[in-house]
């Protein structure tokens, strides 16, 4: 393997396993701030260990989250320069205020509503978790923002001296489409994947007949959450498959397996390709479909891989612009079959809800633990779809990926340090899950406490106690 791709792959597994934790943090906080709200409406202790719980496996997947995500910014200098190089210029705004505004507002308050209870008044624990939940919206819009501006390119100029994209109208960016349609999945997405989770461990507790007073209600909550995140979930990806079709129809032919042009197109059940991924062996199709899901019509005209190639290279150059289309195609279908089955399982907890835990459908929320690991996977498909779908562009129609390496790295520096990645990365998500697992079933008793027991590093075996939260 060369450069190019040991550094894909690198950023690609590290980038996916960090973004394991990324849909949680941005949907379980907001619970965490209604659950902490109902113990400020009413003073009724259950609401207060609703939000103690779920705060502590909250935190948990926001500490993994930070370290995962700090190694992404390593590696832009490391193995990306001239990537960063081409786009700093108009990145350098749009992270700085992250960082420096939502980052911070973020964690700040987060550590005021972690250690702060009993210390400052009820009204300003509260406002901490709400501004907490405030601040990671916002973190989470200016990167997709940034991300967004990769996919659809606005704002810019080219420098004739450097060379660089060049940030000539923030407003452009801030109102790009492409980035908000891409933050409105998200946070759809961070909503359904906090409501499986919630709903998966709440199950738990309810057929074991443990502390059910305090799990119910946040069943409750989550099944109607869930069914409400499902729905936007598939709306905002429909939105996003119209505008593929204008900015990005390379990646819609791919996602849908589409070689040559069609008017109208019809939708892939399921098709196989050759060994080359690049031709049609055998297809089941609906007709008209993706007519009317690209366009809202049944007579739309859906261009082809191979029109779009020839186009780009009369556009770009010699070069192959058709991304791996195996990837796309099956990357899309796991993400959409997942999401279908989360709106299905919210949909069914809300029933139990409605009905009031029936035996009859109660015995059936035993599966429901079992679909806790459904939102992840979809999360990152979703994401491998997104990216993978606009190769060999890394900002679409600008700079290719192969031209925005660092042309100082060789293969043995790639290598030595995507296996090191790989394996902490690897251990981390491993210790998260483990702790996940253990913090789960512990109950809110545990979640309460204020100090823990800590071995000091000595012969001595003494014990002291160290006052923070566990």
């Given at each position: 393997m060369d450069v190019v791709t040991l550094s894909r792959i690198q950023f690609g597994v590290t980038t996916a396993l960090h973004f394991l934790f990324v849909p949680l943090t941005l949907g379980l906080i907001w619970f965490v701030a209604i659950f902490q709200t109902m113990y400020y409406r009413t003073g009724e202790e259950r609401w207060r260990r609703m939000a103690k719980f779920w705060g502590k496996l909250f935190l948990v997947n926001f500490g993994m989250g930070i370290v995962t995500?700090?190694?992404?910014?390593?590696?832009?200098?490391?193995?990306?320069?001239?990537?960063?190089?081409?786009?700093?210029?108009?990145?350098?705004?749009?992270?700085?205020?992250?960082?420096?505004?939502?980052?911070?507002?973020?964690?700040?308050?987060?550590?005021?509503?972690?250690?702060?209870?009993?210390?400052?008044?009820?009204?300003?624990?509260?406002?901490?978790?709400?501004?907490?939940?405030?601040?990671?919206?916002?973190?989470?819009?200016?990167?997709?923002?940034?991300?967004?501006?990769?996919?659809?390119?606005?704002?810019?100029?080219?420098?004739?001296?450097?060379?660089?994209?060049?940030?000539?109208?923030?407003?452009?960016?801030?109102?790009?489409?492409?980035?908000?349609?891409?933050?409105?999945?998200?946070?759809?997405?961070?909503?359904?994947?906090?409501?499986?989770?919630?709903?998966?461990?709440?199950?738990?507790?309810?057929?074991?007949?443990?502390?059910?007073?305090?799990?119910?209600?946040?069943?409750?909550?989550?099944?109607?959450?869930?069914?409400?995140?499902?729905?936007?979930?598939?709306?905002?990806?429909?939105?996003?498959?119209?505008?593929?079709?204008?900015?990005?129809?390379?990646?819609?032919?791919?996602?849908?397996?589409?070689?040559?042009?069609?008017?109208?197109?019809?939708?892939?059940?399921?098709?196989?390709?050759?060994?080359?991924?690049?031709?049609?062996?055998?297809?089941?199709?609906?007709?008209?479909?993706?007519?009317?899901?690209?366009?809202?019509?049944?007579?739309?005209?859906?261009?082809?891989?191979?029109?779009?190639?020839?186009?780009?290279?009369?556009?770009?150059?010699?070069?192959?612009?058709?991304?791996?289309?195996?990837?796309?195609?099956?990357?899309?279908?796991?993400?959409?079959?997942?999401?279908?089955?989360?709106?299905?399982?919210?949909?069914?907890?809300?029933?139990?809800?409605?009905?009031?835990?029936?035996?009859?459908?109660?015995?059936?929320?035993?599966?429901?633990?079992?679909?806790?690991?459904?939102?992840?996977?979809?999360?990152?498909?979703?994401?491998?779809?997104?990216?993978?779908?606009?190769?060999?562009?890394?900002?679409?129609?600008?700079?290719?990926?192969?031209?925005?390496?660092?042309?100082?790295?060789?293969?043995?520096?790639?290598?030595?340090?995507?296996?090191?990645?790989?394996?902490?990365?690897?251990?981390?998500?491993?210790?998260?899950?483990?702790?996940?697992?253990?913090?789960?079933?512990?109950?809110?008793?545990?979640?309460?406490?204020?100090?823990?027991?800590?071995?000091?590093?000595?012969?001595?075996?003494?014990?002291?106690?160290?006052?923070?939260?566990?």
């Amino acid at each position: 393997m060369d450069v190019v791709t040991l550094s894909r792959i690198q950023f690609g597994v590290t980038t996916a396993l960090h973004f394991l934790f990324v849909p949680l943090t941005l949907g379980l906080i907001w619970f965490v701030a209604i659950f902490q709200t109902m113990y400020y409406r009413t003073g009724e202790e259950r609401w207060r260990r609703m939000a103690k719980f779920w705060g502590k496996l909250f935190l948990v997947n926001f500490g993994m989250g930070i370290v995962t995500g700090l190694v992404q910014e390593f590696q832009f200098g490391m193995n990306w320069s001239e990537y960063s190089r081409f786009v700093g210029d108009v990145f350098g705004a749009l992270l700085a205020i992250e960082t420096l505004v939502a980052f911070f507002l973020e964690s700040v308050f987060i550590g005021i509503w972690i250690f702060g209870e009993g210390r400052v008044s009820k009204r300003v624990h509260l406002f901490s978790i709400w501004m907490a939940a405030i601040g990671g919206f916002f973190s989470a819009l200016w990167i997709l923002l940034a991300s967004g501006w990769m996919h659809h390119p606005v704002g810019y100029v080219i420098n004739p001296a450097t060379g660089n994209a060049q940030l000539v109208d923030i407003l452009a960016v801030l109102t790009n489409e492409k980035g908000w349609l891409l933050f409105n999945h998200a946070m759809a997405a961070g909503f359904g994947t906090a409501s499986i989770f919630i709903l998966g461990i709440s199950s738990w507790y309810i057929l074991n007949n443990r502390e059910v007073d305090v799990f119910k209600p946040s069943f409750k909550l989550a099944s109607v959450v869930g069914v409400i995140a499902s729905f936007l979930l598939l709306m905002t990806g429909h939105e996003q498959g119209q505008e593929m079709r204008m900015y990005q129809p390379m990646k819609l032919a791919a996602i849908e397996a589409i070689w040559e042009t069609e008017q109208p197109a019809s939708f892939s059940l399921l098709t196989i390709g050759d060994l080359s991924g690049k031709r049609e062996v055998w297809s089941i199709r609906v007709p008209y479909l993706m007519s009317f899901l690209a366009c809202n019509n049944f007579e739309c005209e859906i261009r082809g891989v191979n029109d779009i190639q020839k186009e780009y290279e009369t556009l770009y150059g010699p070069g192959d612009y058709i991304p791996l289309m195996v990837v796309t195609y099956w990357s899309f279908r796991i993400m959409v079959g997942l999401g279908a089955l989360m709106l299905l399982a919210s949909a069914f907890a809300t029933l139990t809800a409605y009905l009031k835990f029936t035996p009859r459908l109660l015995k059936y929320l035993k599966w429901m633990p079992y679909l806790i690991p459904a939102p992840f996977i979809a999360g990152v498909a979703g994401w491998v779809t997104t990216e993978m779908g606009r190769q060999p562009w890394i900002v679409q129609g600008l700079l290719t990926t192969a031209q925005g390496v660092s042309p100082n790295l060789t293969v043995a520096d790639v290598s030595i340090s995507l296996v090191g990645f790989v394996t902490i990365y690897i251990a981390l998500t491993i210790v998260m899950i483990r702790l996940i697992y253990r913090f789960a079933r512990q109950g809110t008793e545990a979640a309460l406490k204020k100090s823990v027991d800590v071995e000091l590093p000595s012969n001595t075996g003494t014990f002291i106690p160290v006052g923070a939260q566990d």
